[in-house]
């Protein structure tokens, strides 16, 4: 079949792929810890879902305004503006189906063909693809291990050109868990009002920090009329199926992301944006007590990690993810992935799903149980362990 090129670079996110084997060893009678895939074990707050059940039975299951509610279009730019100190109108807001439409749209409305744009690699797969289809030039920005996966600035210099048109940034990150402090914040701003670039700030992970807040590069000077905000329900609320997401954008930009939401998904859920009301309208203890847990989670997990020979692991800032350097036990990510699944019985991701920059790491997601962490960790720990000592049996002697 003859493809047209723009779908024809497009691969599968590597977290379904292991999934998928995942399930195949389950089937045959496997057990298998799933670290893999990105999303809360935690359900939807019962006062939100209760809230979706009585807008599907009090009939709002029609078509809404293609860009959402004005309710929770207004919630959204009040809320979004008070948590990053910032005023928005609820004009620049688009509610979309998850949040991937405000990463996908303002791509398409910005790139042209040949446009270039960096992005964080190792980093969340969507940003290649979205480049990709949008014509655009794909330029992966290298990360900084010893600095919390920030961007390795001095390469982020080297790589803008007369064609960069966009900089995507994800602070906390999906796969590393790191936070950009404000100086590399502050470096990326700075480029881009001298240049008059576009950014992207995927802050889907904003509310999942455990330390200290995440910055928002929206808030810094100049920076508001060039930035699009990207968030989303599904992370902090627990609501990954609703599909409920936002983008924050500069008002003409926001009508245009408007009309290609009109005509490709019309527009989302209305039963799912009243969810999405008393989501923000509501309590937020669920949210706090999940931060908590996860934060316990993520310090079992990384504990056992560092304990494990030739794994050293930094303490993620944000989101839920551990990305563990591996690169000592001497084999590929995709090599390493695999066996853990099938030796070990945990299915984890291999750093390179993330692009090249993400060899020699695996990224472990703990929003899972503390029972089934400290049941992957010996999993894990072993078969590490028997592939060190396989590798040293191997050496010469001297
Ligand atoms: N951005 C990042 C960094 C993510 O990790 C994800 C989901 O895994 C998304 C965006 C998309 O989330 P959703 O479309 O469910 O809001």
Not at 82 to 96: E, S, T
Not at 245 to 254: D, F
Not at 377 to 395: K, Y
């Given at each position: 079949?003859?493809?047209?090129?723009?779908?024809?670079?497009?691969?599968?996110?590597?977290?379904?792929?292991?999934?998928?084997?995942?399930?195949?060893?389950?089937?045959?009678?496997?057990?298998?810890?799933?670290?893999?895939?990105?999303?809360?074990?935690?359900?939807?707050?019962?006062?939100?879902?209760?809230?979706?059940?009585?807008?599907?039975?009090?009939?709002?299951?029609?078509?809404?305004?293609?860009?959402?509610?004005?309710?929770?279009?207004?919630?959204?730019?009040?809320?979004?503006?008070?948590?990053?100190?910032?005023?928005?109108?609820?004009?620049?807001?688009?509610?979309?189906?998850?949040?991937?439409?405000?990463?996908?749209?303002p791509t398409l409305a910005l790139v042209r063909p040949g446009d270039e744009v960096m992005?964080?690699?190792?980093?969340?797969?969507?940003?290649?693809?979205?480049?990709?289809?949008?014509?655009?030039?794909?330029?992966?920005?290298?990360?900084?291990?010893?600095?919390?996966?920030?961007?390795?600035?001095?390469?982020?210099?080297?790589?803008?050109?007369?064609?960069?048109?966009?900089?995507?940034?994800?602070?906390?990150?999906?796969?590393?868990?790191?936070?950009?402090?404000?100086?590399?914040?502050?470096?990326?701003?700075?480029?881009?009002?001298?240049?008059?670039?576009?950014?992207?700030?995927?802050?889907?992970?904003?509310?999942?920090?455990?330390?200290?807040?995440?910055?928002?590069?929206?808030?810094?000077?100049?920076?508001?009329?060039?930035?699009?905000?990207?968030?989303?329900?599904?992370?902090?609320?627990?609501?990954?199926?609703?599909?409920?997401?936002?983008?924050?954008?500069?008002?003409?930009?926001?009508?245009?992301?408007?009309?290609?939401?009109?005509?490709?998904?019309?527009?989302?859920?209305?039963?799912?944006?009243?969810?999405?009301?008393?989501?923000?309208?509501?309590?937020?203890?669920?949210?706090?007590?999940?931060?908590?847990?996860?934060?316990?989670?993520?310090?079992?997990?990384?504990?056992?990690?560092?304990?494990?020979?030739?794994?050293?692991?930094?303490?993620?800032?944000?989101?839920?993810?551990?990305?563990?350097?591996?690169?000592?036990?001497?084999?590929?990510?995709?090599?390493?992935?695999?066996?853990?699944?099938?030796?070990?019985?945990?299915?984890?991701?291999?750093?390179?799903?993330?692009?090249?920059?993400?060899?020699?790491?695996?990224?472990l997601c703990f929003a899972n149980s503390v029972e089934n962490i400290q049941a992957a960790?010996?999993?894990?720990?072993?078969?590490?362990?028997?592939?060190?000592?396989?590798?040293?049996?191997?050496?010469?002697?001297?």
């Open positions: 079949m003859v493809f047209a090129d723009r779908v024809n670079t497009l691969v599968q996110e590597g977290a379904y792929v292991v999934f998928a084997k995942a399930q195949e060893l389950e089937a045959a009678g496997r057990t298998i810890i799933h670290l893999e895939i990105g999303q809360p074990d935690v359900p939807t707050p019962e006062h939100v879902a209760q809230a979706g059940i009585d807008a599907i039975r009090a009939g709002h299951t029609r078509y809404t305004l293609p860009a959402g509610t004005p309710a929770l279009r207004q919630m959204v730019a009040e809320d979004a503006g008070r948590r990053r100190g910032l005023h928005f109108d609820p004009a620049q807001v688009v509610i979309g189906p998850g949040s991937k439409p405000a990463l996908f749209f992005y964080p690699d190792p980093g969340f797969p969507t940003y290649k693809a979205m480049i990709e289809v949008a014509g655009g030039v794909p330029v992966p920005v290298p990360l900084k291990e010893a600095e919390d996966f920030s961007f390795d600035l001095d390469a982020f210099d080297r790589l803008l050109s007369a064609r960069t048109r966009l900089i995507v940034l994800n602070s906390p990150s999906n796969p590393t868990g790191g936070v950009m402090p404000p100086s590399a914040l502050e470096h990326v701003a700075a480029v881009a009002r001298q240049r008059d670039l576009w950014v992207i700030s995927d802050e889907i992970y904003a509310r999942l920090v455990y330390d200290a807040p995440a910055p928002s590069i929206a808030a810094l000077p100049g920076m508001l009329e060039r930035t699009i905000i990207c968030d989303g329900f599904s992370k902090t609320y627990a609501m990954t199926g609703w599909r409920l997401g936002y983008g924050i954008m500069p008002k003409a930009l926001a009508e245009r992301v408007e009309l290609l939401l009109t005509h490709s998904v019309g527009c989302t859920a209305t039963f799912t944006q009243i969810a999405g009301l008393e989501a923000i309208q509501g309590t937020q203890e669920p949210v706090e007590a999940v931060v908590r847990e996860y934060r316990r989670r993520r310090d079992v997990l990384v504990a056992g990690l560092n304990a494990i020979p030739g794994v050293s692991c930094r303490m993620p800032q944000g989101a839920f993810y551990a990305f563990p350097n591996v690169a000592a036990l001497g084999k590929s990510s995709d090599w390493l992935a695999d066996h853990l699944l099938e030796d070990a019985g945990v299915a984890v991701l291999p750093g390179s799903a993330f692009g090249g920059n993400g060899e020699g790491y695996l990224r960790l010996p999993r894990l720990a072993q078969a590490m362990r028997e592939l060190r000592s396989s590798a040293v049996s191997r050496q010469p002697s001297a």
